[in-house]
Each structure stands twice: as structure tokens, then as C-alpha cells.
């Protein structure tokens, strides 16, 4: 007997939810590993597995600007506050035909920002490092950015971030 194989898809869209769509989110969350968030709010490198492993390789990744400002508490202690501004750039293949011609290859370069900072407390676990904490917290943001989810990232939440401007989990 002859067996024949129909094949319909053309770019990984095809096959997943639509892209924003409320199944999308639910899509993207489920991919998340359990080691890769905290109390069911994805961590950073798990946000940034997921969206190379749907949305493309990245391409760059790095904080843009970096603001670090002396402060001093109402008790006159030296503290510092640090805002980073990161972008991460993908080779967008989430719309990209999956019959690529390897002679011409297709490069669609999208970028997504966005901002954080942090507040210099010796008393968090966070607070310790205000750089990298507001580093990753931006990391975390342009990756949810890029994936088109509304939800808090684990190092938002665990730094005191108000959990009632966004949706947590469902899971």
C-alpha cells in the first residue's frame, strides 16, 4: 500500500497557539520546568529558554544604560538606587517558513526593551547586588515582552514588586 504524508505547516505559528492570544500565554507557561520558577512564577533563564525555543536565537542581549544614583535613607545611611534599561534582539523564526533555502537565508531581527531598578538593601537577598538585581528584573521584563506575557517574572515578585498589577499563574 502507498502511504502518503500531508504536511500543512509552514512556520512554527502554524502549529502553536496564536501568538498573544490567551492560549498562547497558557502554551508559553506550560514550558516553563519546574527548576525554572519560583512558588509557579518562571525565573529569568527559564523565560529566556523559552523564548529562543519559540521565538528564535538571540541575538543580543544586554543592558543598554545603567543609572546608579546615591541616596541617603531617612536614617542619613549611604544607599544607592540602580535603573538599567536591557534589550534583547532576537532572529525572529516564529512566523519564519520552516523551508528555508539555505542560500538565502532570511534574517528578521526584532528587538524588545524595558526597565528596571532596584534599591540598595544590605536586609534582602536582592537588595545586595541593586545592579544585577535590576539587571535581571529588566532581562526578565524584555523577555516577557517578547513573548507576549502578562504575568510577574520570580524576581519581581520576590522583590517586593506589586503583585496586584499583573496576573500570577494558572495553573
Do not use: H
Request: hydrophobic letters at 35%.
Amino acid at each position: 500500500p502507498e502511504t502518503s504524508i500531508n504536511v500543512k505547516a509552514e512556520t512554527k505559528q502554524d502549529v502553536l497557539p496564536l501568538y498573544g492570544s490567551p492560549e498562547w500565554q497558557s502554551y508559553v507557561l506550560s514550558q516553563i520546568k519546574p527548576s525554572e520558577q519560583i512558588d509557579g512564577f518562571p525565573r529569568c533563564f527559564g523565560l529566556r529558554r523559552i523564548a529562543q525555543d519559540l521565538l528564535g536565537p538571540i541575538v543580543s542581549s544586554k543592558p543598554t544604560i545603567i543609572n546608579v544614583v546615591p541616596q541617603m535613607t531617612a536614617n542619613d545611611v549611604p544607599t544607592r538606587a540602580v535603573t538599567v534599561l536591557y534589550e534583547i534582539t532576537f532572529d525572529w523564526t516564529l512566523n519564519r517558513s520552516i523551508w528555508v533555502d539555505p542560500n538565502n537565508p532570511i534574517i528578521n531581527y526584532r528587538t524588545f526593551g524595558a526597565v528596571s531598578d532596584c534599591v540598595e538593601d544590605i536586609n534582602t537577598a536582592w537588595g545586595r547586588n541593586p545592579a544585577a538585581s535590576a539587571d535581571t528584573k529588566a532581562e526578565s521584563r524584555a523577555l516577557k515582552k517578547a513573548l507576549c506575557i502578562n504575568i510577574l517574572s520570580a524576581e519581581e515578585r520576590e522583590s517586593g514588586y506589586d503583585e496586584k498589577l499583573e496576573e500570577g499563574p494558572k495553573n
